[in-house]
């Protein structure tokens, strides 16, 4: 019962390591919070502090959810114990207590968490987004029809009825941070220019394409 505990505890405190705000703050000087579309995430990072620094978020958060991932399986008594540190992964993430309870909606964390459990439905859910992002403009559009896509994926690695139960509730985290979030990010893209920024990037490429 105490390693469950302590496992779930480890799984919060590694998903609250900010790695988007503490590496915008380094090249940028900026609070990653206040910029951009207001986000604590990779996707912000990218677009505020340039591609290798949303790169290297990137990949800081996915090794966090693998990470936790590994104490989750490696000490945990179950896999209830497990998945219960995967929620605590994404709390920790989306509401780290260091930054005010103001964090990321936790795909990267989420990628990392879940590339153990089901690694090929992974790699297709991440090729469905791209060729879903190539058609649709919407990032959180295009993330949904490729989250929609996962659970079924997994049942060709062997998921279970519980475990399509925990993707269902563990993605749904990341829905679900997004509606508490947006109040904040509407007002910080209005602030930041983010609309009218994405708006003239996807003018230039299509001028490209043509």
Do not use: C
Request: net charge positive.
């Amino acid at each position: 019962m105490f390693s469950d505990i302590a496992v779930v505890l480890a799984g919060y405190l590694l998903g609250s390591i900010p790695f988007a705000y503490l590496i915008t703050r380094l090249v940028t000087g900026k609070d990653i919070r206040f910029e951009g579309e207001g986000n604590v995430g990779a996707r912000n990072v990218l677009h505020v502090a340039g591609p290798a620094a949303g790169l290297a978020t990137l990949l800081l958060d996915a090794g966090k959810g693998a990470a936790a991932y590994y104490v989750g399986h490696r000490w945990g008594s179950s896999h209830i114990a497990l998945y219960l540190t995967g929620f605590a992964l994404m709390l920790g993430h989306g509401f780290p207590v260091w930054l005010g309870w103001r964090g990321g909606k936790g795909l990267g964390p989420a990628s990392g968490f879940l590339l153990p459990m089901w690694p090929y439905s992974v790699l297709a859910t991440v090729a469905i987004l791209i060729v879903a992002r190539r058609i649709i403009p919407d990032f959180n559009l295009a993330f949904a029809v490729a989250g929609t896509a996962f659970p079924f994926l997994t049942l060709w690695e062997g998921n279970d009825l519980e475990g399509l139960v925990f993707i269902v509730l563990f993605l749904g985290m990341a829905g679900l941070k997004k509606v508490v979030d947006l109040p904040h990010e509407r007002a910080i893209r209005a602030k930041s220019g983010w609309v009218e920024g994405l708006a003239h990037a996807r003018q230039a490429r299509r001028h490209n394409d043509t």
